[in-house]
């Protein structure tokens, strides 16, 4: 069965920095979309960044481009969201998700979407002023 795993997060004064790391296991084909979304309490959910893993063509909210970025992670299955100069306002629930369907080039686009049907449990990332 398909799972997202992950880890990172926690509590970091603005300006500082944390990573996420998803895992998936599971997924029939190599080649598809993968990315994270945060929500914060009393606010709509916000696509922040993805990647296509066969072709790693990614995408960024334009509040994160520059500050955000996606690597590979130790093993195959995985990917890292390091995220710099953090600020508050970025306080939030942040969730891997995945949309295992095939993906031949091109951008996944907002991980926010209906299309990622697959989540992780969520990681609280915290930034005090």
């Known amino acids: 069965q398909v799972q997202l795993v992950e880890s990172g997060g926690g509590s970091v004064q603005a300006g500082g920095s944390l990573r996420l790391s998803c895992a998936v296991s599971?997924?029939?084909?190599?080649?598809?979309?993968m990315g994270w979304y945060r929500q914060a309490p009393g606010k709509e959910r916000e696509g922040v960044a993805s990647?296509?893993?066969?072709?790693?063509?990614?995408w960024y909210a334009d509040s994160v481009k520059g500050r955000f970025a996606i690597s590979q992670g130790n093993a195959k299955n995985t990917r890292v969201l390091e995220m710099n100069s953090l600020k508050p306002e970025e306080t939030a629930m942040y969730y891997c998700a995945a949309d295992l369907r095939p993906k031949y080039g091109g951008s996944c686009g907002d991980p926010s979407g209906y299309r990622y049907n697959y989540w992780g449990q969520g990681t609280q990332v915290t930034v005090s002023s």
């Open positions: 990647i296509a893993t066969g072709g790693g063509v990614t």
């Open positions: 599971g997924a029939t084909f190599e080649n598809y979309c």
